[in-house]
């Protein structure tokens, strides 16, 4: 079956650093990957869009120059956090999307945690 | 922007069987309804798909009306690992991309 591999499980910074978290499909293509992030007791909360080739598309209320998302190839997108600040301490969870598929497949999640 | 409802937790027992309604009035023609589980700590596992009437998978039931406003997950003879967060997705095509948003899911805990 699909598979939806994240990196790094979880990661550990001081503030002011930029982080950055990769998502990558390992046994499709995926046209389309979406970024969501949750907090403890929360369900998740969809920040963008990311399309193959162009610029990603960002929910209401997301920071674009705080999140930079950038998804250069089938097979891989990848989400920093800039400038990263305690509160932007959170569960990070990307998804993929093949081309024509309905079923979103998840990756395992990437844990921030900002001092 | 198609929205979903569901209880916010429900309780049950080992072997019983468990079903979760979800109700998705404003669901477009060409949407799919997914049912998702998450443990804590861990991404979203898909359990099923459908778009109408039944769908049937080793591990769950979805049933769906006719009018697709609602959709049912049943999970037969459930155990202590069934323990987690379901969350009832309906595709959401706006802008053209086709996103799933989250609504706030049902907590099951399952109990001895």
């Known amino acids: 079956g699909a598979v939806v591999s994240q990196h790094p499980s979880w990661v550990i910074c001081k503030s002011g650093t930029s982080v950055k978290i990769e998502c990558r499909s390992l046994d499709f293509q995926a046209t389309t990957m979406f970024w969501y992030r949750q907090f403890p007791k929360q369900s998740l909360m969809l920040m963008a869009t990311s399309n193959e080739g162009s610029k990603a598309t960002y929910e209401q209320g997301v920071e674009k120059d705080k999140f930079l998302i950038n998804h250069a190839s089938l097979t891989l997108s990848t989400l920093t956090v800039t400038s990263a600040h305690p509160e932007d301490s959170s569960f990070y969870i990307c998804?993929?999307?093949?081309?024509?598929?309905?079923?979103?497949?998840f990756g395992a999640g990437s844990r921030l945690t900002v001092l | 922007l198609a929205k979903t409802t569901q209880p916010i937790s429900m309780d049950s027992y080992e072997g019983q069987e468990v079903n979760i309604t979800c109700s998705h009035n404003n669901i477009a023609t060409n949407d799919y309804i997914t049912w998702y589980q998450q443990f804590p700590s861990q991404g979203p596992r898909f359990i099923i798909q459908?778009?109408?009437t039944k769908v049937t998978n080793e591990v769950a039931s979805l049933f769906i009306p006719a009018d697709r406003k609602s959709s049912t997950l049943s999970l037969p003879r459930v155990s202590l690992s069934d323990t987690a967060v379901y969350y009832c997705l309906v595709g959401d095509s706006s802008g053209g991309y086709n996103k799933l948003i989250f609504g706030a899911g049902t907590r099951l805990a399952v109990h001895p």
């Open positions: 459908g778009y109408k």
């Open positions: 998804s993929a999307r093949g081309a024509g598929a309905n079923v979103l497949t």
